[in-house]
């Protein structure tokens, strides 16, 4: 009976892992990454397809519930800021003088970094599981106190918060909330989902579409170099791309949705992830089908190919950063986009063990629990500093955990860091004469 079971999961993982696979497919090796009909867009395929992901988490479990493991954070962490005065006595009316406390809503897009896939994984088939509830950027399960994830810490200034998801769940299940991301999403797949996001949140009668604050984090483009760089005829279009794509959703979440302050969160380098040496057999295996641009023989996976999809990638990240700068979305009343570069220099290395495999789920390529926790930290600490000058790798929350003041209790955006930097300059101006 357990040889039976056991046979059943597996071959739900094979099946589950083909039809991503085919998902791919469906989106990749073609000029512009646009999306053509085809048969795998129908309706009965895409019916089918969530019956099987449906099936698949009745027969696995829902495996972001466990607390024991040595994936997981270190519970009881206090919350170590004073949140007295980080929620504003009245609304608002400036995405420049944003406390905590005023961001009602929050949602994101991405993949399945954001999906959290396999964040609580022990085994090959609990990677099929996405631990939304656990995701750093958009995951409110638990409290702060066990799950630092960046919603947890909202919460702390404003209990109210609404949009984070709350257990495992599929995109299409209610308990994913505002959390867009899917797996297998590339860098083309952002402005449909911005549209999705708009719809969600008019449709959620829990938000004052016009007067809620509201915060989205953006974090995509890991699948576009792992997975599907190696399928392009001019690989080193991406970049150009990318940036059209980034380009064109920002607009539209400006144009549609009102008071946004958006992250732009590049992915970590692929080859700080993907190339560790004396990686487990399984996840070297894992990793042919994960990042197949990188690993394996399947599309010439050598030394230079590799370095060109490193450069590349480089140039996604200051893609991002300067499209954050961009005039079209600066000195606005009720948006900003904010380049959070946390991840850039993101290492494994931590003052315990030269590679602490405890942040990443079972296929070391996927966030943990306790990844999930110190990533939605490294994204708070982002967001209170200065830009130009913000953290680009991550620590333990009770190494490094930044509190707002009352003498700076806003997020940082390009404008409102500008205005603070002329202040200081008139000041120092008028001491000196």
């Known amino acids: 009976?357990?040889?039976?079971?056991?046979?059943?999961?597996?071959?739900?993982?094979?099946?589950?892992?083909?039809?991503?696979?085919?998902?791919?497919?469906?989106?990749?090796?073609?000029?512009?990454?646009?999306?053509?009909?085809?048969?795998?867009?129908?309706?009965?395929?895409?019916?089918?397809?969530?019956?099987?992901?449906?099936?698949?988490?009745?027969?696995?479990?829902?495996?972001g519930r466990r607390t024991r493991g040595a994936?997981?954070?270190?519970?009881?962490?206090?919350?170590?800021?004073?949140?007295?005065?980080?929620?504003?006595?009245?609304?608002?009316?400036?995405?420049?003088?944003?406390?905590?406390?005023d961001i009602d809503v929050i949602a994101a897009l991405g993949d399945s970094l954001t999906a959290a896939s396999g964040a609580s994984s022990v085994r090959v088939t609990d990677l099929v599981i996405e631990n939304r509830g656990l995701s750093w950027s958009i995951g409110g399960q638990w409290s702060f106190k066990n799950s630092s994830t960046l919603p947890n810490i909202l919460k702390e200034y404003n209990p109210n918060l609404v949009g984070y998801s709350k257990h495992d769940a599929w995109t299409y299940h209610l308990d994913s909330q505002l959390n867009l991301a899917e797996i297998g999403a590339s860098s083309a797949d952002m402005p449909y989902m911005a549209k999705m996001l708009v719809q969600r949140i008019k449709m959620d009668k829990r938000i004052n579409f016009k007067k809620s604050w509201k915060m989205v984090t953006i974090a995509i483009g890991g699948n576009d170099i792992c997975s599907f760089i190696c399928q392009m005829d001019e690989p080193e279009s991406l970049p150009r791309k990318h940036k059209q794509r980034l380009v064109k959703t920002l607009r539209y979440l400006r144009d549609n949705l009102p008071r946004t302050f958006v992250s732009i969160v590049p992915t970590p380098f692929v080859k700080s992830v993907v190339m560790v040496e004396n990686k487990p057999f399984h996840c070297q295996m894992l990793h042919h089908g994960e990042c197949s641009c990188w690993i394996g023989h399947l599309y010439n996976q050598n030394k230079e190919n590799q370095e060109l999809y490193h450069r590349i990638q480089a140039e996604m990240h200051e893609v991002e950063f300067n499209v954050a700068q961009m005039k079209e979305f600066r000195n606005l009343k009720e948006f900003a986009a904010v380049f959070q570069p946390w991840p850039v220099g993101l290492s494994f290395e931590t003052d315990e063990k030269?590679?602490?495999?405890?942040?990443?789920?079972?296929?070391?390529?996927?966030?943990?629990?306790?990844?999930?926790?110190?990533?939605?930290?490294?994204?708070?600490?982002?967001?209170?500093?200065?830009?130009?000058?913000?953290?680009?790798?991550?620590?333990?929350?009770?190494?490094?955990?930044?509190?707002?003041?009352?003498?700076?209790?806003?997020?940082?955006?390009?404008?409102?860091?500008?205005?603070?930097?002329?202040?200081?300059?008139?000041?120092?101006?008028?001491?000196?004469?």
């Open 71 to 101: 994936f997981l954070q270190e519970t009881d962490t206090k919350f170590p800021c004073n949140k007295s005065g980080m929620r504003s006595p009245t609304i608002p009316t400036s995405v420049h003088r944003l406390r905590p406390g």
């Open 354 to 433: 030269p590679f602490d495999s405890s942040l990443l789920a079972f296929d070391c390529f996927h966030m943990s629990q306790k990844g999930h926790g110190w990533a939605g930290v490294a994204l708070w600490n982002n967001l209170y500093e200065k830009p130009g000058n913000k953290t680009k790798n991550w620590v333990s929350p009770k190494k490094r955990f930044i509190c707002p003041t009352q003498q700076h209790p806003y997020f940082y955006t390009n404008d409102n860091y500008l205005e603070e930097q002329n202040q200081h300059n008139s000041v120092s101006g008028n001491s000196a004469s």
């Open 1 to 63: 009976m357990m040889l039976k079971m056991k046979l059943t999961v597996f071959r739900v993982l094979i099946f589950y892992l083909l039809c991503s696979s085919l998902c791919y497919l469906c989106v990749d090796g073609r000029e512009e990454y646009e999306h053509p009909i085809s048969f795998l867009d129908g309706d009965s395929m895409r019916s089918m397809y969530r019956s099987f992901r449906d099936f698949a988490m009745r027969i696995i479990g829902q495996t």
